[in-house]
Each structure stands twice: as C-alpha cells, then as structure tokens.
C-alpha cells in the first residue's frame, strides 16, 4: 500500500506540472509519460488523454484503489506502475526541474490559501463587526443615539430666512444647550417607554419589625425582541404599624422615580425612590457590569466645533437641571459624610452605626432653602444618633460601657481600681464601676453610697497578724481577697504546725479550696510527726494529698498494709 500511495502523490506532481510542459520539447521522459496517459485513457474508457482526463485520474485513484478487483482498479495500478517505471527515464537537468517547478507550485498553493484564509479572517471580522454595529443601534443607547443625532442634525441646519451671521451665532451660543435638551427629551422618551415593563408587588407586612417587602421585577427585550432581559429584586420600606393599613392602600400612588443604568448598551432600572409622607425610600438594584448612561457628541459624527469632546452625563443632568443644584447637592454628600465619620470616631458606637442617608434636595422651589433645610435634618439625625450611643451602650452592655469610659478616662480607671481594692467586699466591679461614674460614689471616711467599705482595714484585723507589717499584707490584698487568704492560711498552718490536732482542723476548714493540696504540703514539711511519716511510708501513696487523708483518717494502719501489698 505504502508503494502505491507513493506512486499517487508522484502522479499527482506530474499533473500539477501538466500545463508546464505540454509546449517544451518532449525527452525520452515525456514521451515514455505521454504514451502512458493515452493507454491509461483508454483502458479507463477516455478516447484521448487531456487535462480534464487527467483530474479525473487524480480525483479518482482513491476510488478506484478501494475497489482492488475491478478492472477499473487494475486499470489505475498499471498507470501508477508505469510512470514509476519511466522515472528511470529522467536526466538529471530533468529531476532537478521538476523539484524546482514543484517547489514552486506548492509555494504558490501555499500563498494561495494563506490569502485565501486572510480573506476569509477579514470577511469573519466584517460579519463581526456588522452585526456588533447593528446590535449596538438596535439596542436602547443605539435608539437614542440615534434619535438625538437626528433631531440635532435638523436643529443645526441652516433656516430659509437664516442670515449667516445668525446662524453661526446660534450654533456658537446654542449648541451645548440644544444638545442637553434633545439628549434629557430623547433618554425621558426612551424611560417613559421602558417604566411600563417595571412592576412590583407590596409583600406581607411584617408586623414584628414594622416593614413592608416590596418585589420588583423588569421585563425587557433586546435587539429585535428575541430575548427577554429580566431582572428581580427586593426592598424594604420601614413603616410603623399605625400607618402600614393607609400606606398599603395608597401604594400604588407613591413611587416617585426610577433610575437608570446602562449594562450592555440596555437600560436597566437600578433605584427606586418611594415618597412617602414626605419621607423618601430608596430601594437599590446592583447590577455586574453597570455604568452610567452617557452620550459622547463626538460620537454622533456630526461637525459642529462648538461641541468637540463634550460629554453629556445623564446622573448628572437628570438630578440637578442646573450646575448650582449639583454643587448644594455635591455639599450636601461632603456634608452627609463627614457626620458619618464623626458617628464612626464615637468610642461607645461599638457597632459602628452611621446614618443610612438622607432626604434629597427637591429641585423645585428655593434650592438655598432646601439647602438649608437638609443641614438641619442631617444635623438632627447626627446628634440623636451620637448622643444615644453612650446610654444605650451602657444599657445593652455596661460592661463594655465601663471600658470605653474608663479608656477615655486613664485617671479615673486609676481612681477606681485604687477604690475598689476598699469596697470589693461590698460590691461586685460592675455595681462599682455604675456608682462610680454616675457619681454615686461618696468617698468619705469610708462610706460608699451608703454601704461602710472599709475592706482591707476589716480584712488586715482578721489576717493581720500572719504578716510582718502593713506593707507586707497590702502587697497580698492589692492581688485580691482570695490571695490575703491563702498566704494567711499558709503561715497559719506553718505556725501551728506543732499541734497536730490543731493542723488538721486548719486543713478540714480549707478542704474546698483550690490552694487545700498545697497546704497539705506545708502542713507535712512542718509539722515532724507527719514529715517523719511521709519520709518512712510516703512512697506506697501517690501523692501528699492521698497519703495526708490516709494518714488522718480512722483507718491509716490499714490503709498502709494494703498498700503495701500492692
């Protein structure tokens, strides 16, 4: 096979070089080639051997190698044989002809697809590109686009009664605000349109938290309408339970506005505002891959130099009407903002709470005024919310209450840790720390908010006399009550460590606390009855506390004898 599949691909050169040589002087290697293409055309049934006969030979040999028996094949093989065979023919001039002129033909076949590929690549990116470009003029920003374009393009021709000088007057001082007012009427036509696809629906009432969820839903299509675009969200409107019957009832005539964002080059809903007594609700829907809605002129391909890189910016327009309405409302932010901080920087507003917004400028009547007015609500916003952190924090949570005052406070934290070493016998640290700083604390000769303190005096006639001096026991009473105690049983026990009977009454009383297994400790160092003991017999016990309550107890003798056993 692998012979035959030889034999094809040489034939198939010598056909690409067919035309080549049909004018040149035959060689014994021609002639040998042309005597076979004609036996091979008849016994394939051709009366004459031609370039149309020889395609078909090429375009056939597959076939015909698959059909090994028939004559047909046979036919094919013989000619393959043949011009093997005349190879031998060949001068060298000739072999080496041929691989240059095959050399050649496979070059041009080659820059032949490739063109053809660049050809078809373009031909991909035109498509491409036609079908980018018609989807972008049938989308909602196309739409526009080209309503505007249309509209401006009439106002900026020339009037039958125009002077010239007039004219270019007009489009000198005119163009910008033409422009805005046929960009503002054509993006409200196109909303206008788009607000009926906008529906939503006032959930349950949610009486516990005093709020109604509201549904949203938009429905709308893309080019031509072969895709519904859909989008959902939620929102919530916080309305008291006096007033949830009577906002249910009028819903439907409170949404004041939507706004708009552009995804794609389509018009997407993206906040709801709802008015309501005089309150403003704002729902947001976040969408990937927003932006805002803008028209570039230069776009447009319109020549007007009055209007050269200007850039129209619908959030903008659509709010203010006019540049001093965006400067109050830009303060008014700065304003808003810097109020937040100031709630963020409050050491008791732990849950970092800041105010969620505020009520708008209304663009009607005097914009001075509503200015004016929103400071004022901000700042009524601001102080009930910064004045109410303390109080509440110290109701919710008074012990973190205490550590915010007291990290405000450096010296009054020393005051009152320097206090209560006096009152703790009387108060836990909270009930303390409350009277302290509301001030409930009178500190004089000892008596705190009508209780007698006096702690450490009463705690030093108890304990005293197991310390040294007074600066010894205060050093143990500033580590705690618990502390003074423990030390105070510990030289208690080592000093009566001769009476045995009196030890084991000192131990009995101190059984339940966590220091008892260290006081046994002390209690068999010092005391020679026991030490001798532990010294002769400890090592049958696994610690002192076991052998120590062996060893009072009733039956130690036993005790030990079984434990010797072991």
């Not at 009432?205 to 959902?232: M, V």
């Amino acid at each position: 096979m692998k012979k035959v599949l030889k034999k094809v691909s040489f034939l198939g050169v010598v056909l690409m070089l067919f035309a080549v040589n049909v004018s040149a002087q035959k060689t014994a290697y021609e002639k040998r080639v042309e005597q076979i293409e004609k036996e091979a055309a008849q016994k394939l049934g051709y009366p004459q051997y031609n370039e149309v006969v020889a395609m078909m030979l090429l375009d056939g040999m597959n076939d015909a190698l698959s059909a090994r028996n028939t004559k047909k094949a046979k036919a094919f093989m013989w000619y393959a044989d043949e011009l093997e065979k005349a190879e031998k023919l060949k001068t060298p001039e000739e072999i080496r002809r041929e691989k240059q002129e095959a050399e050649e033909v496979r070059r041009k076949s080659a820059e032949r697809e490739k063109k053809e590929e660049e050809q078809r690549q373009q031909k991909y990116e035109l498509q491409k590109e036609r079908e980018k470009q018609e989807a972008y003029w049938n989308s909602d920003i196309g739409e526009i686009e080209k309503s505007i374009k249309e509209k401006f393009v009439k106002w900026s021709e020339k009037g039958e009664l125009e002077k010239t000088v007039d004219y270019q007057e007009r489009l000198k001082t005119q163009s910008q605000d033409a422009f805005v007012q046929i960009c503002i009427e054509k993006i409200n036509d196109r909303i206008r349109f788009l607000k009926k696809y906008v529906s939503s629906e006032l959930l349950a009432y949610n009486a516990d938290d005093e709020y109604y969820p509201i549904s949203f839903t938009f429905r709308g299509l893309t080019a031509y309408h072969r895709e519904e675009i859909r989008k959902e969200w939620e929102g919530k409107i916080y309305i008291p339970v006096t007033d949830a019957k009577n906002f249910k009832k009028n819903y439907w005539k409170i949404i004041d506005d939507y706004d708009w964002c552009l995804v794609e080059n389509y018009l997407y809903p993206t906040l709801v505002t709802i008015v309501y007594e005089n309150k403003k609700y704002e729902i947001h829907l976040q969408l990937q891959n927003q932006s805002e809605i803008t028209f570039s002129f230069d776009n447009l391909g319109i020549d007007n130099p009055y209007l050269k890189n200007f850039v129209l910016e619908w959030a903008t327009i659509k709010k203010i009407g006019e540049k001093a309405f965006a400067a109050y409302e830009q303060k008014l932010d700065s304003i808003f903002t810097d109020y937040n901080k100031q709630l963020l920087q409050n050491p008791f507003n732990i849950n970092k709470t800041t105010m969620n917004g505020y009520e708008k400028m209304q663009q009607k009547g005097n914009q001075k005024e509503n200015f004016e007015k929103n400071i004022e609500r901000i700042k009524s916003d601001f102080e009930k919310l910064n004045s109410n952190f303390a109080r509440e924090l110290e109701s919710k949570n008074p012990e973190e209450y205490f550590k915010v005052y007291y990290s405000l406070n450096p010296d009054k934290k020393t005051e009152a840790d320097s206090k209560y070493l006096d009152c703790r016998c009387r108060f836990n640290r909270k009930d303390f720390d409350e009277r302290f700083i509301k001030h409930s604390i009178v500190y004089r000769n000892k008596i705190v908010y009508g209780v007698h303190c006096g702690c450490r005096e009463e705690l030093y006639k108890v304990f005293g006399a197991y310390f040294a001096d007074k600066t010894e026991f205060d050093k143990f009473y500033d580590q705690g009550e618990d502390i003074v105690r423990q030390e105070a049983e510990k030289r208690k026990i080592k000093r009566q460590a001769g009476s045995f009977e009196y030890l084991k009454q000192c131990i009995a009383q101190n059984k339940n606390e966590s220091y008892y297994s260290e006081l046994v400790d002390i209690a068999i160092e010092n005391n020679k009855k026991l030490n001798k003991e532990w010294t002769k017999n400890g090592q049958f016990f696994a610690n002192k506390t076991e052998f120590y309550e062996a060893f009072v107890s009733d039956n130690y003798k036993q005790i030990l004898k079984d434990k010797k056993k072991k």
